[in-house]
């Protein structure tokens, strides 16, 4: 069956520092990736989509994924951390080709220390 | 637009009894879905409605939940009789169009059942 896989449950990283969390897909055909992002006690918000236009994909609030095909990945960057991205994220496909069922990963907590 | 709006945000209830969850999604969107998160089962997509049908209901735990959706800005995820272990954050999420189309989250509904 198909699913992504996010290494790691929780991060921490450093206000200012690189932010770096991974998720891994697993199907032959590339499906449609998404990173949501959920802050406390609110619904998800999409930070950024890859949909096969292009391999590298800016979003929101600096946030940056690239779709590396011979690694099945699509990790999550940020240059540079800010207490406020302290939230967890979630890493997201919809399989291609198939009905419109977006599938979440276990999630990643992501800390920013000062 | 208000975005997807959920009720109520909290609620408790003792084991037995009805419940009903309520969304209101983002107006003309043609895509609703309920998803359910605890921490031990993270988010699970438990039924979605294309045009107000609902497609694929294979995550709905059991009989005692249920859902509607009798018009394009209403649905309803029941559950009777409601146990202990129904207590979870709710989120009914909205979207246009199928294949890649950024899904809209809900605040969320959170439940105890005591």
């Known amino acids: 069956a198909q699913s992504v896989t996010q290494l790691g449950s929780h991060v921490s990283v450093s206000e200012g520092a690189l932010v770096l969390l991974r998720c891994n897909y697993s199907s032959s055909v590339p499906p449609y990736l998404f990173w949501y992002v959920q802050y406390p006690n609110q619904g998800l918000q999409l930070l950024l989509k890859y949909t096969s236009a292009a391999t590298l994909v800016k979003g929101i609030n600096g946030f940056e994924a690239e779709f590396k095909k011979s690694e099945t990945s699509f990790h999550l960057t940020k240059p540079s951390a800010h207490m406020s991205d302290a939230a967890e994220y979630f890493c997201a496909f919809i399989s291609s080709g198939s009905a419109r069922q977006l599938t979440f990963g276990s999630g990643t907590q992501l800390t920013v220390l000062p | 637009d208000a975005g997807v709006i959920q009720s109520p945000r909290h609620e408790v209830t003792e084991m037995g009894q009805e419940v009903t969850l309520r969304c209101k999604p983002i107006?003309?969107?043609?895509?609703l879905f309920w998803y359910r998160q605890t921490m031990m089962r993270g988010l699970e997509l438990l039924i979605y409605f294309n045009n107000n049908v609902p497609i694929d209901d294979s995550g709905m735990p059991e009989d005692r939940f249920s859902a509607k959706m009798p018009n394009a800005s209403f649905s309803t995820l029941k559950i009777q009789p409601s146990e202990p272990r129904d207590s979870a954050v709710y989120f009914c999420a909205s979207s246009l169009g199928g294949g890649s189309t950024e899904a809209f989250f809900g605040q969320g509904t959170r439940l105890t059942v005591v």
């Open positions: 107006s003309g969107h043609d895509y």
